[in-house]
Every structure is written in structure tokens, then in C-alpha cells.
């Protein structure tokens, strides 16, 4: 049996490019559906007749709902069968991507997107998967495949749903995209093998495991203190960017403003490399190196609040070192444990999008105080902090023992 063939019993080690690249795809469109209103805030906010500030908080309460949802479901995929709990998810978002469609007040909108939130996990349930069906050999370039599509959903759905918006209405990227998941599910039904639970743990002790592999493990707690910083700032920029180029001087349509999300995906295929630099024993260096990078991004950015072509530079910089970060900090998570995966991803996950909830307000904060300029700087001074933390961290408390 292969492991991109389904049958009864546990696979054999390995998984094949065919199976990974549908990963990659799924995990893509399910963490895209977080991030379809980021480019349409002003849209939605005209047509259910609320400001644009307010319009804001529409991608916080999605990240909110996505934190509790990784928190209560992810888990899970370490006590039952994924072949059935990967695509029962990925239906229940269809469901909720329906209620968005048709949402009739900005306050029944708000609670659609914080279930869609809450029932888009079908890609944090496929990563950890991708981890164990890989070898020990390939787990970082596998696993940095599935993230980095993961990464290439956030920024896809932004040029994705700017051009559907100006086609047909804000409302029909919520239909296309819950058409997308339902299809996606049939697929990964028929691919995912069929592999026993790795443990059998009541739910309320599975959820609480969460913490305690925090508590115990000092690698854990420094690479989710790293990797929530880097998140609250790729959130925080976006979430501005949008601000930024929806106004003077610029004054693009949702279709231009999601066209800038191409350009991320430029940074998310370089990023793609870094789970080969895990293999490659470099996990750390690069890390280091991405932290400077961000620093450099929103130094360029900061100088940039007229320039288009500055703008595009600092979202290059931004995305390839955040995106790469990401990959490598996950990536060690994952060596820590093969048994709690999951639950790691869980740890790892939910973490992150806390943070990002938080950089999703920061910048709605720093814009009403002080706009792109103080956004950027302060981009630049948490980064700094960043590297500071890598450089005293790198010492032992990122380092897994692998006895």
C-alpha cells in the first residue's frame, strides 16, 4: 500500500508528490476562506451600511473563531481517523461559507465568519498529517510544501476575491469557495489513507495535553513566542495595506488592491525552500536571517507610503522572511513529538492566530493614530525584538534534544 492510496490498516512510511501537492492545494483554499472580506472592507462596509473602521474587526473575529476551532477540533487528529475528519470539516465550512453568502446585516455577517472561523481547520489537520506520513529524511521539505500552500491561500484569496467581488459581488466568493471546499472534501475522502488513531485519550485530557506539552517542553514555549510575533506582524501589515491602498494617493478598486497579493506569492514560493534548509540542519542560521529581513521589509515599507513600487519591494521582503519563518518554526515543532503532532499544531496554530487577531486590531489602532508610518514603525521595532529573542534563544532554548 502507498500513502496516497486509501486502505485498512497503518501506512507505510512515505508520502508521494501527488499526495502532497493535494495537500497543499487543500490546505490553501481551507485557511483562504479566513481572508476573502480582507481586500472587500470597504465594500462590505458600504453595501451592510457600517464604516470601514468597524469593517476592520471582520477579520478578527474570523481569526478568533479559526483559534478556538484549531483549539477544539485539531486535536483530534491524533485520537481518530483523519479520512473522516479532514473532509466532515472541510463540509462544515461549506456550511458556514453559505451563511456568509447570505448574510443580511453586518452584525449576522460577523457571526458567520466567526463560525467559518471556528470550522475552516481542514488544513491545520492536514499538516501534521503530511508529518507523519513523511519520512525523516524529506519531513521538512514535505511538510514546508503544505505550508507553504497553506501561506499561498492567505495570499491568493486576496487577489482571488478582489476580482470575483468587482465580477459578480462580494457575496459570490462565499459560494465559490464553499463549491471548492465541498469538492476538495470528495477528493481527500477517497486520498487520505486509512490510518488508525496514534492513541486513544478522552477529549477533555486530549485538549488539556495541548498545555502540557507547553508547559514541559522549553523549545515549544520560545518558537510560539517567535512564531506569534512574525504572524501578529504579517496580519497587522495586510490588514493596513488594505487601509493604505484603498486611500489617497493611491484609491485602487478591491480588484488592484488584491493584485498586490501576486506579489506575496512570489515570497511564498522562495519560502517553499526553507523546510529543505531544516533537512539540511541550517533551521536556525535561517531564522536569524529571516528576523533581519522583516526588519529590513518595514524599514522599506515605513519610507514607501507613496511609492508603489516600494510598497511591492516591502511586501517581497515580508513575505518571503515571514513565510520562511514559519515554515522552519513549525517544522521544529514537529520533531519534538511524533505521537502529539497534532496537538502540537494545535499549540503552534492557535498561538499564531491569537497573535494575529492581536495585529489585526494593532493595525487598526495604529492606523486611526498615525497611519501607514506608524504601522511600519512599529513593524520595525517589534521585529527588532525578534531578533533579539532569536539571537539569546538560539543559544539552547530553540534547540531539540533528540534523545
Partial sequence: MTAGHPADGPARPGIGRGLTFLFAVAAGAAVGNLYWAQPLLDLVATDLRTSTASAGWLVTVTQLGYALGI???????????RRKLVPAALVAAAVALGLCAVAPSFGFLVAALGLLGLTTVGGQLLTPLAGDLATDADRGAVVGTVVSGILTGILLSRTVSGFVADAFGWRSIYVGAAVVDLVLAVLLWRAIPNLQPKARVP???????????????????????????????????????????????????VSVIGLFGLVGLVGAVAAQRAGRLHDRGWSLPASGLGWALVVVAFAVAALSGRSVVGVVVAILLLDVAIQGISILNQTRMFQISAEARSRLNTAFVTNNFLWGAGGSVLATVLWSAGGWVAVTLCGAALATVALVIWAVARRGALVVDPG
Fill in 203 to 253: 477529549y477533555v485530557r486530549l485538549i488539556g495535553s495541548v498545555f502540557g506539552v507547553v508547559r514541559r517542553e522549553r523549545v515549544v514555549r520560545w518558537t510560539l513566542v517567535l512564531a506569534g510575533v512574525a504572524f501578529a506582524l504579517f496580519t497587522m501589515f495586510w490588514t493596513s495595506l488594505t487601509f493604505l491602498l484603498s486611500g489617497a494617493p493611491f484609491d485602487y478598486p
Fill in 71 to 81: 483549539l477544539l477540533v485539531v486535536p483530534l487528529g491524533d485520537v481518530t481517523n
